[in-house]
């Protein structure tokens, strides 16, 4: 955990693939009808992939192909592990370069990652990799921690450990998705936006909502190995002795035609 940076999550890996929660399967639903293709036809790419946790929800609706691009040789290791019962491509690159061909495909996602680009050269390179009239789907999956007062004891604790100006950079309730419908419209790269929103309500043991924070990355850089420690340490101690507990998850989607 020392020396961890906020983008980085080499070592984390297992812990994300082990316990962070799927996405709404409402607004899977709706991003497919949005392509404008029946599934079966669609080329998909998922860039950012991570462990594949986002990637194996479209792959296993059945599309066309499905390719995940991941930078983290950790994440891809267990993205690869985790999906190696469906026809995934995995692939090295980045959202500025993904190495893949011009008009690869229909849909293209980003799934808890597309803040970690460099905004303006993410598009272009996507705007390259999509068919004509094809769609770029930004989305993220935070917790919505006011409909449960455990979770607002929390994060109230988190910021009692780092102070007010706490940066939550993948929360996806703040950062990048503040301005995000007004960049895409501005971009000469894409238009006709789109935002979906859906909830869903995850069970979790108190392990592996432990687990859910240990993949965290940018809290881990910002408060250091040892107040980090002790905020688990505070989680363990208010989840202890619950069977399970309840976490709403809001995911949040932007989706942009390209131009």
Known sequence: ???????????????YS??????????LDAILGLVGKPTPAIDFVDVGAGTGIWTRMVAQRGVASATAVEPNDDMRGFGERDSRHLPIAWRQGSGEATGLADGCCDLLSMASSFHWTDFDKATREFHRLLRPHGLFVALWNPRLIEVNPLLVDIETELTRLKGSNIQRVSSGRSGITETLTERLFASPYFDDVVYLEGRHVARQTPEH???????????????????????????????????????????????????
């Open 1 to 15: 955990m020392a020396g961890i940076t906020a983008s980085d999550f080499t070592g984390l890996a297992e812990d």
């Open 18 to 27: 082990s316990y962070r929660p799927g996405y709404s399967a409402s607004v």
């Open 209 to 259: 909502y432990l687990g859910v924070w240990r993949s965290v990355n940018d809290l881990q850089a910002q408060l250091g190995a040892q107040r980090f420690a002790q905020f688990l340490d505070f989680v363990a101690e208010k989840t202890a002795g619950l069977p399970y507990m309840e976490a709403t998850y809001l995911t949040r989607a932007w989706a942009a035609r390209r131009a």
